[in-house]
């Protein structure tokens, strides 16, 4: 019998994991909130543009308030959410999960002991996604990474075993892209959460012209990146977190760039990689429609709340706890939220401001 999908928080993230289930033959049920994007699933599909050209795929949608109408519990759901949203939505959901069931947070964050406390940690199986996808209208999502990009997914246990369920999991998500079952996912989600700290918070406030910077700018936003790094990789290593490496480089590399010379140095090294990421902004908008956006500039451009108290802010949070010093990741916390509250704008000129907080 093959086993009842839902995913609840159909967006970028969430609506490419169940369209690519769907398109392999899964029963997936997608469930969201924006009622304009379940209108439009229902009517016309869900429609996944990727380099590959995309396709359209009919797909079950619903929205919040059709819930109570599920008869059939779930065996499995991504819970695909925003930070904010994870408690409500697991005590939404978990009344139609079976007692075999499970949720796997494929969220940006720490979310996975959030959903522990509502459903139980043996209902809870850690998934950390690296996909690098958007929305802008709906029913029509926006994948800029390629299809075979290594540790699509990375699933793993709490408790770091990996169970049979796990392998389950990683060869369902097989068809979205190259997936892995972690015996540390606590470690997978620090260096998910250094990526994101790095990433996206500045792409935030940077604003839509973080796709057309020049060379200088691009060089400062990477100095930014590695002094940011280091502060989550010193934090997460300081609560006893073996962190997995990031961009591929050892955590150990950002925990120690405690000088400018370090910093310098490791990020030529970072520099060279991320080039390589992507395609070049005008051949990505040519293939996919839309330029490669983070999840917390598209926050931005949508003028909605963004996660970052969830991650930088988070890792501010946890670094007061154990003693160790953040104050970039505090500098681009207050400054996000500025712009959020109406009283700062996205601007590439919030680099030099950032860079003037360095205090290596």
Not at 192 to 216: D, Q, R, T, W
Not at 219 to 232: P, T
Not at 305 to 315: K, S, W, Y
Request: glycine share 8%; charged share 20%; with cysteine.
């Amino acid at each position: 019998m093959s086993k009842k999908i839902a995913v609840v928080g159909a967006g970028a993230i969430g609506g490419t994991t169940g369209a690519y289930l769907i398109k392999a033959g899964h029963d997936v049920t997608l469930i969201d909130q924006w009622a304009a994007h379940i209108d439009k699933i229902r009517k016309d599909g869900l429609k996944v543009s990727d380099l590959h050209g995309g396709f359209t795929v009919p797909a079950k949608a619903l929205h919040l308030s059709d819930i109570s109408g599920v008869r059939e519990p779930f065996d499995i759901v991504f819970l695909s959410v925003k930070s904010y949203d994870t408690r409500w939505s697991a005590y939404l959901i978990e009344p139609y999960l079976k007692p075999t069931g499970f949720i796997l947070p494929t969220q940006n964050a720490l979310n996975d002991e959030v959903v522990a406390s509502v459903v139980g940690f043996t209902r809870t199986v850690g998934c950390v996604t690296m996909l690098s996808v958007g929305v802008y209208e709906p029913g029509h999502i926006n994948r800029h990474d390629a299809l075979d990009r290594p540790h699509t997914f990375t699933v793993g246990e709490l408790s770091g075993l990996v169970s049979s369920r796990v392998k389950e999991v990683v060869e369902l998500l097989n068809v979205v892209g190259p997936s892995e079952a972690t015996t540390n996912i606590w470690g997978m989600r620090w260096s998910k959460l250094a990526i994101n700290c790095m990433a996206n918070a500045l792409s935030g406030v940077i604003g839509p012209a973080m796709s057309s910077l020049n060379e200088a700018q691009m060089d400062s936003v990477n100095l930014l990146k590695v002094v940011i790094g280091g502060e989550v990789t010193r934090t997460g290593q300081a609560l006893g977190v073996n962190i997995e490496p990031i961009w591929g480089f050892q955590a150990d590399e950002f925990a120690k760039a405690t000088t400018m010379t370090a910093v310098q140095k490791l990020k030529a090294k970072v520099t060279e990689v991320l080039n390589k990421q992507f395609l070049p902004t005008e051949e990505l908008e040519k293939k996919v429609g839309t330029p490669q956006r983070p999840s917390l500039l598209q926050d931005i451009i949508k003028k909605r709340r963004t996660e970052v108290e969830f991650l930088n802010g988070e890792v501010v949070r946890r670094g007061k706890v154990v003693g160790v010093a953040t104050p970039m990741n505090q500098a681009l916390l207050d400054l996000t939220l500025k712009i959020e509250n109406g009283k700062a704008e996205p601007s590439p000129a919030n680099i030099e401001l950032l860079k003037k907080k360095i205090s290596l």
